[in-house]
C-alpha cells in the first residue's frame, strides 16, 4: 500500500491514512532520515545565550533537524522552566520526532500560560490527531481556532479529519481557508490535492499537484500523487516520465496496479512484468499484484467460456 499519507510532514499534517480501494498494491520508495543535533552556544550573559538558544532552534525547527531543535529548547528550559516559546518548540521538536503523546504533555504545561492557550491547543490537536484520536483533536482544534482564527495548520487539520472521514468537499474548505492565511503553505497545497484523489477526481487532483509541484519541484510525496492521479486517467506514459532508475520497480508496480484496476489488463501485465525484472531484489508485492492480474484474467475468460469449452453468445 502507497503510503501517500504517511510521508505528509508532522508539522504540518500531511494526510496521514489511505484509501484501500485505490492503494490497495501501491508502495512509496520515498527514504525518511533525521539528523542528530548538538547543541554549543557562545560564553555570554544569561538573557543573550536564551536569546541564541531560541534562535538555532527554531531555525532547526525549520530545517527539519528536531533532534537538535530538541536540544536548544531543552537547554532554554533548564534555566527558564515556562519560557513559552521554548515549550512550544520543544513540543513540536517531539512531535516531529514521532512522539505525540510526549508532545501532548508538552503543550499541557504550554497551555498553563494564557497568552499561549491558542497554540497550545494547536499542538495538543495536531498531537491528538498523529495519535489517531480523530474526535479528541477536533475539540481541542476547534477550541484553538475560538481563540485565534488565524492558526493555518488548525484549518489543515480539521481538513485532515475530515478527509479521512470521507468529508471531502468540507476538508477542501478547510484547506481553502489555510491558504487565505497561508498562501505558501505547500503541505496544505499536497493535502488538498490528495483530497481530489482519494474522492477520485483524478483530473483535478492532477492539477493541483502540479500547483505543488511548482512550487515545490523536488516534493516527493506530490510526484509520487501525480503519478497516481495520471495513471487513474489512463496516462500511463505521462506518468512514467522524469521517473528516476532506482525508483522504475515500484513506480511500474504502481502502474501495473492501477491498471488493473481499470481493467487495462496487457499494459498491466508489462508493466508488472518489468518491475519484476527491474527490481534488484525479489520484488515481492508486484508478484502478487502480477499473481491478481492473472486470476481476474482468468476469471474474465471462464465468464466469457461455457462448460463445452464453447464462447458465451452474448
Known sequence: MILLVKGIIIVGLVVLAGCSSLEQGLETSEPSSARAGTVAFPASNEATSIRWLLAKGQKSLESGDHRSAYEHFSQVLRSDRSNPEALRG???????????QKALSVFAKLE???????TAYQGQGLALLAMGQHAKAEGVLEKALREDTHLWRVWNALGTIKDRAGLWKEARQDYDKALEINSNAIEVMNNRGTSFLWE????????AFKAVLGRSPELPQARTSL????????????ALTGTRKDELPVVLNNLGYIATKRGDYEVA???????????PSYYAKAAENLEYLRQLKNAATAQNTDLSGKKKNR
Not at 503519478?227 to 505521462?238: C, D, S, T
Open 227 to 238: 503519478r497516481l492521479a495520471l495513471a487513474w486517467q489512463g496516462k500511463y506514459v505521462e
Open 200 to 207: 477520485r477526481k483524478f483530473p483535478e487532483a492532477e492539477l
Open 90 to 100: 520543544l513540543g513540536e521538536s517531539i512531535l516531529i520526532g514521532g512522539e505525540p
Open 112 to 118: 498553563q500560560l494564557p497568552d499561549h492557550r491558542a
Open 269 to 279: 501485465e508489462a508493466y508488472l512484468a518489468q518491475a519484476l525484472q527491474l527490481s
